[in-house]
């Protein structure tokens, strides 16, 4: 993990990782000067980010890595992976069941009743 910052800047940046799980990542951030939080892990574009609760763009570092811009002061910075194949593929998995239920549950009461 790494910020940029402008080189009038005198402090150097203070980052604290506060999460870090496969598909979410919480950072605090006290910069001095407007700058960009750089994570050096591979940038995928189902990655969302906000920025003190409001939605951030993405952007793609150095070739493969990502970045979000960051104000001066104190920031948290929250990046979520949201895989939507996952959710779709829930959905559908859900429906399949409650249609399964229903018609087993109907065959299995006109079995009793004859």
Request: net charge negative; hydrophobic share 45%.
């Given at each position: 993990?790494?910020?940029?910052?402008?080189?009038?800047?005198?402090?150097?940046?203070?980052?604290?990782?506060?999460?870090?799980?496969?598909?979410?990542?919480?950072?605090?951030?006290?910069?001095?000067?407007?700058?960009?939080?750089?994570?050096?892990?591979?940038?995928?574009?189902?990655?969302?980010?906000?920025?003190?609760?409001?939605?951030?763009?993405?952007y793609r570092a150095?070739?493969?890595?990502?970045?979000?811009?960051?104000?001066?002061?104190?920031?948290?910075?929250?990046?979520?992976?949201?895989?939507?194949?996952?959710?779709?593929?829930?959905?559908?998995?859900?429906?399949?069941?409650?249609?399964?239920?229903?018609?087993?549950?109907?065959?299995?009461?006109?079995?009793?009743?004859?």
């Amino acid at each position: 993990y790494a910020i940029g910052r402008h080189r009038e800047q005198e402090a150097e940046p203070i980052v604290e990782i506060i999460e870090h799980t496969a598909t979410r990542i919480v950072v605090e951030v006290e910069a001095g000067a407007p700058g960009y939080l750089l994570l050096t892990d591979a940038y995928y574009p189902e990655w969302r980010a906000t920025v003190n609760g409001d939605d951030a763009d993405i952007y793609r570092a150095d070739v493969m890595f990502r970045a979000v811009q960051i104000p001066r002061g104190q920031s948290t910075v929250v990046f979520e992976y949201q895989n939507q194949s996952f959710e779709i593929g829930l959905i559908i998995m859900v429906i399949f069941t409650v249609l399964g239920s229903v018609v087993w549950w109907r065959k299995g009461w006109s079995d009793a009743t004859a």
